[in-house]
């Protein structure tokens, strides 16, 4: 698996911002978003269901990774999904880092690997806890 989620109850928008919040709370920032719903409908004029991709970033853990691997930026930032689901909840997905920076070698990154699975895990915890 290279990912972690939830489903939630509630407004895409409400959640996105308790996301953003809780993201905060562990030192993340967001570097990008991506509303793909509008960008189907501007590029392809399919009508979608809401989905955003979030691009969350820790700058001091991301320098750490950079130093030890700077190539690392090409797995770079920790994308965040969340989409409306048929049922109107909301799933918010989680890229595992673990999972993805095994492609590179050395125990420096593994090692902020888990760090920032343990912190996007406590994410979901608050997000699901809220």
Known sequence: MYS???????????????????????????????????????????????YRILGACNPSLANQAIEAEPDIGLLLPCNVVLRQEEDGSVTVAFMDPVAVLQLVEGAKIAELAMDVRQRLERVRDVIEAA
């Open 4 to 50: 972690f989620k939830t489903c939630l109850a509630g407004d895409i928008g409400v959640i996105e911002a308790r996301v953003v919040e809780a993201l905060k709370g562990e030192g993340f920032g967001i570097m990008t978003e991506i509303d793909v719903q509008a960008t189907m409908k501007a590029k392809l004029g399919l009508e979608k269901r809401p």
